[in-house]
């Protein structure tokens, strides 16, 4: 087949039989000879051509400076121009055997373990692949941002030191913040103090039972923001 074939519903067919049993069109990675063929189709395959489907959108995922970094030439592999899935060397004429021997030529019992064998490197290239992309993209730390109102027992709690004992409370994954103090009345002040932590490491509520473990000073502890930072 030619290059514009594969714009072709039969040129899709013969790509989508070349790819059942492979990964590439040419070799065990992706090169500048898939992107070739990739260019030459011109859109996605449709659903009744799994194998070309799967295949084109993996390359589609190459973009930028990561698609040309692929080796190789940038050329259709002569594997699939010289007939496809049925690319293989013609028999010569003294092996040929009449077609009422067909039924014997097929092994039924011999290939399952070289499928098996191609099958399982072939699944090893692509988790390599996949854990060498992922490995490159930075891991992001979930954290939130966190307001807590601080109620004393009475308007003689001394509030200073009050923020004093809450800001001793340290633990991997928190970071205070600012605070202030808001007016509740009849004279009495809650202290109002920002945090930030990050939530596979920090548990509020162990956070909030740290404080009124402060019972001289502290009544309880409410949640006034919570913020998905």
Known sequence: MAVGDFKSEKGVKDLDAFLAERS?????????????VFEALGKAPSAATPHALRWYNHIKSYQGAEKQKLPGKKEVPSALLKGGAAAAPAATPAAAKPAADDDDDVDLFGSDEEEDAEAAKIREERLAAYAAKKSNKPTVIAKSSIVLDVKPWDDETDMKQMEVQVRTIAMDG??????????????????????????????????????QNFEDYVQSVDIAAFNKI
Do not use: R
């Not at 590439?24 to 070739?36: E, K, L, M, N, W």
């Open 174 to 211: 928190l970071v205070w913040g600012a605070s202030k103090l808001v007016p509740v009345g009849y004279g009495i002040n809650k202290l109002q103090i920002m945090c930030v932590v990050e939530d596979d490491k920090v548990s509020v509520d162990q956070l909030t039972e740290e404080i």
């Open 24 to 36: 590439y069109v040419d070799g065990f990675v992706p090169s500048q000879a898939d992107i070739c």
